[in-house]
């Protein structure tokens, strides 16, 4: 395997976790100014940010698609299997940021 495909899985796992974190914190703090509670506001905006962060990690759907259908069709196992681990680095990186969401709020997200 290449160099640049370890640097996309790295990549693939923070860009993951820090949509999680980022969009929590900060759609938190929405709810503090608006009067709600920022911790049940957090616990519902991790559940809501799950796909999405997968999704922004892995550059788009489209991409990703496109890729399988090349691994299918053309015999190129290779991709295939690169983009499946490009998704699964991105779901560790959620599942990361969940559990820490988890143990700061105290609730069980899962």
């Not at 938190?28 to 100014?33: I, L, P, R, T």
């Not at 999405?52 to 892995?58: E, F």
Request: glycine share 12%; with cysteine.
């Amino acid at each position: 395997m290449e160099e640049r495909f370890f640097t996309t899985f790295i990549h693939c796992y923070f860009i993951a976790f820090g949509v999680v974190i980022g969009g929590t914190i900060i759609g938190s703090m929405g709810s503090f100014a608006t009067g709600d509670a920022p911790l049940s506001a957090m616990g519902r905006i991790a559940k809501s940010l799950r796909i999405w962060a997968i999704v922004a990690a892995i550059g788009g759907t489209f991409d990703t698609i496109e890729k399988f259908e090349k691994g299918f069709l053309d015999g190129s196992t290779f991709d295939l299997l690169k983009q499946a681990l490009f998704i699964l680095s991105a779901m560790g990186g959620v599942k990361t940021a969940i559990v820490i969401i988890e143990s700061l709020i105290q609730e069980d997200l899962s």
